[in-house]
């Protein structure tokens, strides 16, 4: 045995090592030599910034990023500022730590000099707390927060304490609903906020209801929603609360005077129009129903919704996402001011790589995904009637496409607007062409559902009496079968986008006998709820409803069916409609039944329908008819094409 000096030990180590080996000879070195050490970036306030809370969140505080090194074996005693330089002024590859010879990688010593990678502000700590990964010199590397930030990490993504249902609840809440409860309360007790994104029909109401009664306190909850679910929020409050009170701030007379307690309920328009009287008043809680209709940040609804101030924000939403991640944004946002940054900064560094997918195939647009998921998931819940346990009640669905057959008038009438508008298309750019685009897609739609709708006669048949459209003549097929049916399956919903269709509908129920009825964006609010209240009594059979009017905040449960009339450009926003019948209390299996004409526009739409509904599970693209009008002309022309039968 032969002792080495210092001197010798680096030069074995050095030089000398390349030539034993080239001879042959294996050099072993002692195991404590041999013990490596370890980088990892971490995130933490800095010292005396923040308490174990979401402070830090709220304010300007920077947190400090940098690498921290251990040995492997250690990590949780890492190397001191003192071992730190010292291992930063070694030039050569052993250094002595803690009594004890530690062979260096060059790479170490590079990131022990420079240890302090910044600072990072609480949007970008709270990334990496949540995604575990950062950036560093362009690469994403493993990163972990340290301290308070990591207990803050725990709490928000730890296992719930399922609580039982509060006092004052007549209802039993289902295992699903008890954790959207508990997740519930954990966002809003934090003094966070958070978006409840469960299928239609699962119970958001009934679970924001046992929250108001859970968290107790004398401060009210206010209730934004849609004008057509002011009738259905005061119900089932009065219905699964009774002891609550329940005051709508809407119409003439609406005042807060005297306000104790319970809740409000106020619509989108009113609560634009009087977001200063209401940002006045102290609230407990406040909850946007159907909040996809603050998805734009830019609009006046939106704006004023942020500034009524309040400890904690719900949103509730079927559709987090219906077009792009843009939406998402708008929506975290409000619930949870700062989450995701600026709509620039986050559209820069998540949406467009996941939107958009990567063209290198390098896989980075998963990674990307992946990333966003790890960040949102804690400020999401989102359950599908579709998932395990969730709702095994429900009765099955059944969705069918009904291909149609144009008849020789709609026929003629496709070809010669598609002809004569393709010739100005082609002649136009700009601004010009895409209106000339948008007007095109318009006009065929309207010719596949109805001649009489494009042309503007009030003719349903012609003079003969015969069909002029394959579509009607199909559903009056469909409605011959289903109102021949059980008095409870026998009750149909009919959707359009078209309120114009929709009457032509009305007028033909009415001519054969058929007792229907027709909701559309100008029906009162009162009276939305007197035709509901008919239809889920069985004194109407056939409820006629514009689809972007009626297709949220309804519940038609009495419905056996769904007729979609025309197809809608976004795949969820058919989904929420046929999901005024597909909902918790629905007895009975439901029938979709879509019409869509065959070789049509409406035919090449269904099947980009059919990979957009694909891609929404994940996140949605862009879609809908804007991206249409960005079509070259050769694809336009293949898009709006009659395609014939063989």
Known sequence: MLPLGE??????????????????????????LTRGLTATAVVRPAPGTAADNFDFFKTEELLEFRWQLAFGDQADDPLTEAELDLLAEAHRPVVRLRDQWVLVDPALVRKARKRDLGLLDPVDALSVALTGTAEVDGEQVPAVPVGALARLRERVTGDLDVPAPPPGLHATLRDYQLKGLAWLDRMTSLGLGGCLADDMGLGKTITVIALHLHRGGSAPTLVVCPASLLGNWQREIERFAPGEPVRRFHGTGRTLTGLTGGFVLTTYGTMRTSAPELAAQKWGLVVADEAQHVKNPYAATAKALRTIPSPARVALTGTPVENNLSELWALLDWTTPGLLGPLKAFRARHARLVEGGDPSGSGADDEALDRLARLVRPFLLRRKKSDPGIAPELPPKTETDHPVTLTREQTSLYEAVVRETLARIEASDGMARRGLVMKLLMALKQICNHPAQ?????????????????????????????????????????????????????????????????????????????????????????????????????????????????????????????????????????????????????????????????????????????????????????????????
């Open 7 to 32: 001197e010798e030990l680096y030069d074995l180590l050095g030089a000398a090592a390349g030539r034993l080996a080239a001879a042959g000879v294996a050099v072993h070195w002692p195991r404590e």
């Open 454 to 646: 494009y042309l503007k006669d009030g003719m349903l048949t012609t003079r003969t009496g015969r069909p002029r459209s394959g579509k009607l003549e199909l559903l009056d097929e469909l409605l011959d079968t289903i109102l021949a049916e059980s008095e409870s399956a026998g009750a149909v919903l009919i959707f359009t986008q078209y309120v114009e269709m929709a009457r032509l509908l009305e007028a033909h129920m009415a001519a054969r006998g058929i007792v229907s009825q027709l909701l559309h964006g100008g029906t009162p609010v009162a009276r939305r709820e007197e035709m509901v209240d008919r239809f889920q009594s069985g004194e109407v059979p056939v409820f006629l409803l514009s689809l972007k009017a009626a297709g949220t905040g309804l519940n038609l449960t009495r419905a056996g069916h769904v007729i979609h009339y025309d197809r809608w450009w976004n795949p969820a926003v058919e989904e929420q409609a046929t999901d005024r019948a597909y909902r918790i209390g629905q007895t009975q299996p439901v029938q979709v039944h879509r019409l869509v004409t065959e070789g049509t526009v409406e035919d090449r739409i269904a099947e980009l329908l059919a990979a957009k509904q694909a891609l929404a599970d994940a996140v949605l693209g862009d879609g809908g008819e804007a991206a249409l009008t960005e079509l070259s002309d050769a694809e336009l022309a293949d898009l709006v094409a009659l395609r014939r039968a063989a």
